[in-house]
């Protein structure tokens, strides 16, 4: 499986921007699609996932209520929708792919490339 990472970018505080995650060969019901990311200097950290199957989602308390993650499974696609986008938000963001819904990234065992999201205030 590979996944592809797209759509950072450089945006102002209070803006929206959606990445998009690429799963070719696509995902079983049983998988987990999580979005992490990593500020420079910081440890990857989780930000949200869906399981492929029922579409339910998770998302950290950092970002709930800001951020949604959704999938079209046509496409093989997972979004992250970012709203009210803060400074701190400022990340190189990954996808990755699992068999089970886990907060760690060592878990994951297939990973996008990243895309860069710049936050400026």
């Known amino acids: 499986v590979q996944l592809q990472a797209s759509g950072g970018g450089l945006v102002q505080a209070g803006d929206s921007l959606r990445v998009s995650c690429v799963v070719s060969?696509?995902?079983?019901?049983?998988?987990?699609v999580a979005w992490f990311r990593q500020a420079p200097g910081k440890e990857r950290e989780f930000v949200a996932a869906?399981?492929?199957?029922?579409?339910?989602?998770y998302l950290s308390d950092s970002v709930k209520g800001r951020f949604d993650i959704s999938r079209e499974r046509a496409k093989n696609t997972v979004y992250l929708q970012m709203n009210s986008l803060k400074s701190e938000d400022t990340a190189v963001y990954y996808c990755a792919r699992g068999n089970s819904l886990e907060y760690g990234p060592a878990h994951y065992s297939s990973w996008g490339q990243g895309t860069q999201v710049t936050v400026s205030s």
């Open positions: 060969g696509g995902a079983f019901s049983s998988h987990v």
């Open positions: 869906i399981r492929w199957g029922t579409g339910r989602t």
